[in-house]
């Protein structure tokens, strides 16, 4: 059986400062249909703009992740968003009185733990994974930065980092399920290193940054009076010491907790494909900046896979249904019947062929000249195709019509003329209720998409 899509039992809420902006946040985790995936929405500013968690909307990768739409920005995502992918959440509104998610201690360790205690809910729509076929590459060689993802069954990710640093050394971390994600991950904090403290000072950042929510690696000798400014711009009282290379007595979770908080920041970046992936990650010094392009890429795949068929049509194949079966199944007939074979059809999708020849009588009018067929009948077409898979879920489908109820989104992208093969495939959207039907639907030439629209219908028993 397919995995099911989840969401969050019920609405959790986190308290905090933001990291860069030091300000108080209020960020809660809401519940959310499927198929609605993964958005923040400012609930702080005029009509609670809304985000989407995708990597089209990373506009900043500095000191974080940031997303952007329409001027509204969400900053330093990264570590809820690994968190709601890894705990398995798909679906969830995040809603956020201020332009940046609480830092909390510097990991997802807090965030990890509320989700487990909560819980999830299965949904009905089931998970749709992005499998992955072939080596993907970001890499920024003079800064031996580099990104991979390879074919695998299932998601792990492998990073290595090395900042030359005598304090670090060369670390590796592993996460080959990411079940394990809370206990292994989660609560590796962010680090960065006493020298880049004095340039982020200047440039008006970590206002809310504390030694209590980051790893600050000092590799040189600091004097007394250098730690007594560090100790006064944190707010600290006692007196601030470095033992082992870190400051302030800090003890690490894990000996390559560095390593592993870059793991976890590949996750929550990675998260922006908005779809789970099947793949080897292997990251050699990653950032956020290689982190989002790669997920960039990812989605560039997956946008012109959804402009592509999902099956192949093979004219020799035996079909699911033929003329005569559909003919059983659908009320239609000729001239108005325009499916003439199913050729795949599951509890949620189905894939159908009309074959456009001269003969068609719309093409009398439709046009002498220049014979088109009219985009209104291509669109019905498609909704035949789709009656049969909504008609396949009662047990009597010929005491049963469909009737349209809604059409949106309709793109037509090129004409469709004799001798073409129209090849439909139409989806549910979400899973049929009360006799609702709800499809994404697709028509297809030669393997170039010709029309696209959401179509929504109701089943009603045929009154005789």
């Not at 982190?291 to 020799?316: C, F, G, I, W």
């Not at 959207?429 to 696209?452: C, Q, S, W």
């Amino acid at each position: 059986m397919a995995d099911k899509q989840k969401t969050i039992k019920e609405k959790v809420t986190f308290i905090g400062k933001g990291l860069h902006t030091g300000l108080n946040v209020t960020m809660s985790i809401c519940p959310a249909p499927e198929n609605h995936g993964i958005k923040f929405q400012r609930i702080d500013l005029p009509e609670a703009p809304i985000i989407d968690a995708l990597a089209e909307f990373v506009t900043d990768t500095s000191r974080g992740t940031t997303i952007e739409k329409g001027g509204v920005k969400v900053s330093t995502i990264e570590h809820i968003m690994a968190a709601m992918y890894c705990c398995g959440i798909d679906n969830a509104l995040v809603e956020i009185n201020a332009p940046e998610t609480p830092i909390m201690d510097g990991s997802s360790k807090e965030y990890a733990a509320k989700f487990q205690e909560v819980g999830l809910t299965e949904q009905n729509a089931p998970i749709e994974y992005f499998e992955i076929d072939q080596k993907y590459t970001f890499e920024i060689a003079e800064k031996g930065v580099k990104v991979e993802i390879l074919p695998d069954d299932k998601l792990s990710v492998n990073v290595n980092i090395d900042y030359n640093s005598k304090v670090l050394g060369n670390q590796y971390a592993v996460l080959e399920n990411i079940e394990d994600f809370a206990k292994e991950v989660s609560s590796c904090r962010t680090f960065v290193f006493l020298h880049e403290l004095e340039p982020l000072f200047k440039l008006n950042l970590i206002k809310g940054g504390d030694l209590d929510n980051a790893i600050v690696i000092v590799e040189n000798p600091v004097s007394d009076e250098e730690l007594a400014r560090i100790s006064n711009v944190f707010n600290k009282s006692n007196e601030i010491k470095v033992t082992n290379g870190f400051l302030n007595n800090l003890e690490l979770r894990f000996p390559n907790e560095c390593a592993r908080h870059k793991l976890l920041d590949i996750l929550g970046d990675l998260a922006l494909i908005g779809r789970r992936i099947k793949g080897r990650v292997i990251a050699t010094r990653p950032g956020h900046f290689a982190n989002t392009e790669m997920a960039k890429k990812v989605r560039q795949v997956l946008r012109k896979a959804a402009n592509s068929p999902t099956h192949k049509y093979d004219p020799a194949a035996e079909p699911v249904m033929d003329i005569n079966q559909i003919k059983g199944m659908l009320p239609h007939r000729p001239p108005f019947l325009l499916v003439d074979k199913i050729m795949y059809l599951d509890d949620h999708s189905v894939m159908g062929i009309k074959n456009v020849t001269m003969n068609e009588p719309f093409f009398v009018g439709h046009f002498p000249s220049h014979p088109v067929m009219p985009g209104v009948l291509i669109v019905e077409a498609m909704a035949q195709c789709g009656g049969i898979l909504a008609l396949s879920t009662v047990p009597d489908p010929e005491n049963y019509l469909t009737f349209f109820m809604k059409i949106d989104g309709v793109k037509f992208k090129r004409q469709v003329v004799p001798g073409d093969t129209l090849q439909f495939e139409l989806s549910l959207i979400e899973p049929i209720r009360r006799g609702i039907v709800h499809m994404g639907a697709k028509a297809f030439v030669g393997g170039v998409l010709a029309v696209e629209a959401e179509l929504m219908a109701q089943i009603t028993k045929e009154k005789k």
